[in-house]
């Protein structure tokens, strides 16, 4: 092996290691992994197979060692002995058969990988370091898919155009340029390397970033209504506290109305009690406590804008369906529910919440002005908020992941939204 090859291995292997690392990610979860103990076991397996290769290249050591450092690198998770094996298994089967392929066609180009030319081995290596990224790229769009995360068509073109340019310009470089310009070469192999894990990178940490946004957003929501409801439950208690320290006063006050056979008044005074009991607006009372709580706020929003509700409740205590999840849906179709009945002439908002069969029903109708805007084929708010449309795409993801549907329908003065989510 020349110096030239062994220094464009050593690169290729470290892109290599990166990739292994993106497909254990697949079939792991990191969240509660040790970073600097992942990128020490990382570090590690790059030595040592880089090590193994450059000294002995021998294929049955190669396989060998390779099988057993991929075991040891799945102990940076957790997970049971069972997936391990499957990923170790799944990952170096797929690597390998890319290596095959790519042995194969190139071959069929009239460039043998195992000639022992520089210039055809960097080209055997690189492209099959390079393939291999590509599917990593592929597979961990499918995860996302299967997370609730949407990747769009251009994410989908870019994780194909971007490795595969970058295979090309490589092949055309060592093609023409490797013998007189070695060291111009490989610099530019290493940055064409560099920003191809830079740019899907990047990426990642901008849908990161948009899904924590999008998560902070509803947990302050969430919180707010919690707050509500606490607020609404404290003003009840004080005013029950009141009304047992005026008790006999209160019986005092009904004696005197019952003596003189006065059932006006007594009605009059038990209907004033009650009234000052509740003088708290409590919308919902289902015992719902995640329930209650979105409806109580969104509704006390509704009422300052001057519309009326009516809300029905038949559910449990507790559901299946996460809070989260619970606080999302309904809060973002009261969100939309209120802004629409805001510009109506008549406000409105009736919403409904029943569990039939293990199976929840969200049903809200809400008044609005008749005037409806499409965007893309899709109704769109009128409201002009940069983060708008966040919680509506977070509200049809939480449907989705209970196996639910959302039906939209509508004549000239109502709209109205029905939401089907299994309880299971």
């Not at 957790?78 to 690597?95: D, F, G, H, K």
């Not at 290493?190 to 947990?219: G, H, P, Q, R």
């Not at 006063?249 to 004033?272: F, P, R």
Request: hydrophobic share 45%.
């Amino acid at each position: 092996m020349s110096n030239s090859y062994v220094a464009v291995y050593l690169i290729t292997n470290i892109f290599a290691t990166y990739t292994l690392y993106r497909y254990m990610c697949i079939f792991f979860d990191r969240k509660d992994v040790d970073k600097r103990q992942e990128f020490l076991s990382y570090s590690l397996y790059f030595c040592i197979n880089s090590f193994l290769y450059l000294t002995f290249n021998k294929p049955a050591l190669t396989i060998t060692s390779n099988l057993i450092m991929f075991f040891l690198l799945t102990y940076n998770y957790q997970s049971t002995t069972r997936n391990r094996l499957t990923a170790v298994v799944s990952v170096y089967m797929i690597l390998m058969i890319i290596e095959v392929l790519v042995m194969l066609i190139l071959l069929s180009f009239g460039i043998t990988v195992t000639s022992g030319h520089d210039a055809a081995m960097i080209m055997g290596l690189i492209s099959i370091k390079i393939i291999s990224y590509i599917f990593m790229l592929f597979l961990s769009n499918f995860k996302m898919i299967s997370n609730d995360i949407k990747v769009s068509n251009i994410h989908w073109l870019s994780i194909f155009i971007i490795p595969a340019s970058t295979l090309i310009l490589v092949l055309i470089m060592v093609f023409r340029t490797y013998d007189s310009n070695v060291r111009e070469t490989i610099i530019s192999i290493v940055l064409l390397l560099v920003m191809n894990v830079l740019v899907f990178y990047f990426y990642d940490e901008i849908m990161n970033s948009y899904e924590a946004k999008i998560e902070k957003t509803l947990l302050k929501q969430q919180n707010e209504a919690y707050l509500k409801q606490l607020e609404i439950i404290n003003n009840s208690k004080e005013n029950l506290k009141t009304f047992r320290h005026d008790l006999i006063n209160h019986a005092y006050s009904l004696k005197y109305y019952i003596d003189n056979h006065d059932c006006e008044g007594a009605t009059e005074y038990l209907d004033n009690i009650f009234e000052f009991i509740n003088n708290s607006k409590e919308y919902a009372k289902s015992g719902n406590s995640e329930i209650d709580s979105i409806i109580n706020y969104k509704l006390d929003l509704a009422e300052r804008q001057g519309i009326n509700s009516e809300v029905y409740l038949a559910i449990p205590d507790k559901l299946n369906i996460s809070s989260f999840d619970l606080s999302i849906v309904i809060g973002n179709l009261l969100d939309n529910a209120i802004e629409a009945a805001a510009k109506a002439e008549k406000k409105f908002i009736n919403i409904s919440v029943e569990l039939d069969r293990n199976v929840l029903y969200i049903s809200i109708s809400n008044s609005y002005d008749g005037k409806l805007k499409f965007a893309a084929n899709k109704l769109a708010s009128t409201k002009d908020d940069k983060n708008h449309g966040l919680g509506m795409s977070s509200a049809e993801k939480s449907i989705e992941k209970y196996k639910g549907i959302m039906n939209i329908r509508h004549d000239d003065r109502v709209f109205y939204v029905d939401v089907l989510m299994y309880n299971l």
